[in-house]
């Protein structure tokens, strides 16, 4: 972290990493709601914040004035002619319309409600694995012993990599969210091992082909062409960097609601039926992943006068606590029937792991109040949240009562 | 009465078949569909409204 001046006011001076925010954002963004509803940063090169459920959704379904060529705030942007637009980086999430649709076509059948549903058996055994590995401990990190390594392991056989490099993926999941503040050629840099890593994989697999995702998104084809190397690359980054931080936190952060809310807890064990409509509410509570957009050109947008290039952070967790959309919106209702959350964001930029990443909430929450029906968080003041556009609990430490 | 999904609006936010899987399925994108020809009996009007409260794209429609 480079050291930064406090914020003092978010109206005018937003930073989704300084301390306050990163420690509890909700006062901050009910604040903003009622007397600034979009709020302003000359932070990052000029960015904005809206804070609404209205706001949020503007910017979400505009394709038109936004463009996804980035969607993490940094200091740096890239211009129009760093990337190959309308493809972007880590297609499909970094491609504008029209293109978007046809990359975004291209990994939803991988995505699916059929193939996902389909591994709940192996998440199962993987939650067994990890609590059998804990087992009858007074203590647990529900973070460090649990929660970090699901989605790292789903992701790594989703992609058909060695078991043995999970260690490696955190550290790359880390380079490409937690380091958003270091300079340009800081950051390319540190990119550098991941690059190495992802070419050795994508020429493995070229040799063994196998039945993967890698494999699949080599032999798929765009009017009969293979995809350009690039892209394969770039599916595969964005399926490792989106595929783990933000599980693991939406785990972390229902986990430590559970410990938190003992009454929550004893329903949940109590009353196994209610698992999906609680699935929902832990992920419109504490929905962990912010967007990001550019503004295409200057122009006027929700009473802002927005410039081309300025940031929009797009704060899906700010939408899904805003109650002129969810009555009691500050209230965690286990059993709310209705819950129109966007954890999972809004048009066409819907995360397409979705429904992965709901069946691997459900199954961790499932299996560890299974092990542990009841447990309770030993230390408040050692937990520490993630900072950035992911927010989750990482050090978790719990204390298992009898 | 008659339930359908306006296939622009939905973004395959999966709400829907998971909430009222005798109404909605899935196609193999994971956009939702309605099941058969949409007509709603006494008996499901309930959870396609359910299903139709919680799509965050108001993708779903219920008409008489």
Known sequence: ?402 | MKVRIDADLCQGQGRCFSIAPNIFGFDDLGNGVVLGDGDLADETIESARLAQSNCPEHAIFIEE
């Open chain 1, 1 to 402: 972290m480079t050291d930064k001046p406090l914020v003092k006011d978010f109206a005018t001076d937003w930073d989704h990493t300084d301390p306050q925010w990163v420690t509890d954002p909700y006062p901050i963004w009910e604040d903003l709601r009622k007397r600034c509803p979009v709020a302003h940063t000359e932070r990052y090169g000029g960015g904005w914040f809206p804070a609404t459920h209205a706001g949020v959704s503007a910017v979400a379904k505009d394709t038109e004035h936004f463009t996804s060529r980035t969607v993490v705030v940094g200091n740096g942007r890239p211009t129009d002619e760093d990337l190959p637009a309308p493809i972007g980086l880590v297609p499909p999430i970094s491609s504008d319309p029209p293109f978007h649709a046809i990359a975004r076509r291209l990994v939803l059948p991988a995505f699916a409600p059929a193939p996902v549903n389909a591994l709940e058996p192996q998440i199962r055994a993987l939650c067994a694995r990890l609590l059998e590995k804990i087992g009858d401990s007074d203590e647990v990190n529900g973070g460090a012993q649990y929660a970090q390594f699901i989605p790292t392991a789903v992701i790594r056989q989703m992609l058909g990599f060695p078991e043995a490099d999970e260690d490696l993926f955190r550290e790359f999941v880390h380079i490409a969210l937690e380091g958003v503040d270091h300079p340009q050629e800081e950051r390319i840099e540190e990119f550098a091992p991941i690059e190495e890593y992802f070419t050795k994989q994508i020429e493995e697999h070229q040799e063994n082909p196998r039945d993967d995702l890698t494999t699949y998104l080599l032999n798929a084809e765009i009017g009969g062409q293979k995809l350009p190397l690039e892209h394969v690359f770039g599916t595969m980054l964005l399926t490792l960097i989106a595929g783990i931080d933000t599980t693991w936190s939406a785990i972390t952060s229902s986990l430590w609601h559970l410990s938190t809310h003992a009454e929550d807890l004893a329903r949940l064990v109590n009353e196994p039926d209610l698992m999906p409509v609680a699935i929902e509410e832990f992920l419109r509570f504490y929905a962990p992943v912010t967007m990001a957009r550019l503004v295409k050109e200057d122009m006027e947008f929700l009473g802002c006068p927005m410039k081309k290039d300025d940031w929009i952070l797009l704060g899906f967790p700010a939408a899904n606590r805003d109650p002129a959309v969810f009555p009691d919106a500050d209230k965690f209702i286990i059993d709310r029937a209705e819950n129109r959350h966007v954890a999972f964001g809004l048009g066409i930029h819907r995360c397409a792991g979705s429904n992965l990443a709901r069946l691997e909430l459900r199954i961790a929450i499932e299996e560890f109040i299974k092990r542990y029906p009841r447990f309770e968080l030993a230390d408040p003041a050692a937990v520490t949240w993630a900072a950035g556009q992911v927010r989750g609990a990482r050090n978790l430490p719990f204390r298992i009562l009898k």
